[in-house]
């Protein structure tokens, strides 16, 4: 409600109800509330088990999806989903195995997803117009379709949350406590990572995959700074997430810009006044103190 009532108060009800009398305008407000609630979840998992790297490595990886889909034709969400999906248990078991080296291996598949969807991109007759669109997103062109895939994600996203929330805590915060006390830990966290790629099948149609990591982290990162729990978190960061979404598709609509990078725009702008507002409270408490 708060995202909904700054977004009212961001444009005049004669531009909304102008860009909401188009059908992909109002897909492309669906999709981004839709998403930034699996950011929300998802991405504060991802920051506070500091497993940023590695969920850069799956949404690179799934570009060999995608150019997969092209070249076989099938969807390139399917594509994308396999990928991901095979890439997040790879990168997972070899962390938990060699975590001295886990960077170095996430790394390799990062490369080899992105060169393999280059190379079956370069191998497929035609040209394929839609390929920026993963690259770089495509909000408004989102089709119903997608959405039908995106509510069923969420709501299995949330599902598993709220049966293993207290489990997902103490592998966040005391994965040494969660191993002695028989906690299936290395289950939890290779399903976090299944989560992960299935949500930047979701992300990668919103803001490509190239900004996948920014709108993943940066909501999550200064909810964390306003919060005493992980489910607190959550909410505030998929609320903040709705909030960028919003307004970016507000800017790009009045301004004619690209949906993907205006809506990471926002959420970076926040994001540094977020960190100027850390720094001017940290310089006011040494001066209270001292009075």
Request: glycine letters at 10%; charged letters at 10%; hydrophobic letters at 55%.
């Amino acid at each position: 409600m708060v995202c909904l009532t700054v977004y009212c108060h961001l444009m005049r009800k004669s531009e909304m109800w102008e860009a909401l009398q188009f059908e992909f305008m109002r897909n492309a407000l669906a999709a981004g509330i839709l998403v930034s609630i699996a950011c929300g979840v998802i991405g504060s998992l991802v920051v506070v088990n500091r497993i940023v790297f590695i969920s850069g490595g799956i949404a690179h990886a799934a570009y060999g999806g995608i150019g997969l889909a092209f070249y076989t034709g099938i969807p390139p969400t399917l594509g994308a989903a396999i990928f991901s999906v095979g890439g997040s248990l790879l990168m997972g078991m070899v962390s938990l195995k060699t975590k001295h080296r886990a960077d170095t291996f996430i790394g390799v598949l990062w490369a080899i997803g992105m060169a393999l969807g280059v190379i079956l991109v370069d191998l497929t007759p035609g040209y394929n117009a839609d390929l920026m669109s993963y690259l770089f997103g495509s909000i408004l062109a989102v089709p119903g379709s997608d959405l039908w895939f995106m509510v069923p994600m969420d709501m299995a996203i949330v599902l598993v949350i709220l049966l293993f929330y207290k489990e997902f805590i103490a592998m966040s915060y005391d994965e040494e406590f969660a191993f002695v006390v028989g906690m299936p830990i290395r289950a939890l966290y290779l399903a976090l990572l299944c989560m992960i790629g299935l949500s930047v099948v979701m992300i990668i149609r919103v803001v490509g995959l190239i900004l996948v990591i920014a709108l993943l982290t940066i909501p999550p990162y200064i909810a964390e700074k306003y919060t005493t729990s992980l489910a607190r978190m959550m909410v505030l960061s998929s609320l903040l997430g709705i909030l960028f979404a919003l307004a970016g598709l507000w800017l790009s609509f009045k301004f004619n810009l690209t949906s993907g990078a205006t809506i990471i725009l926002v959420a970076g702008a926040a994001f540094l006044l977020s960190q100027a507002a850390d720094g001017l409270r940290r310089r006011s408490s040494p001066l209270k103190e001292g009075s």
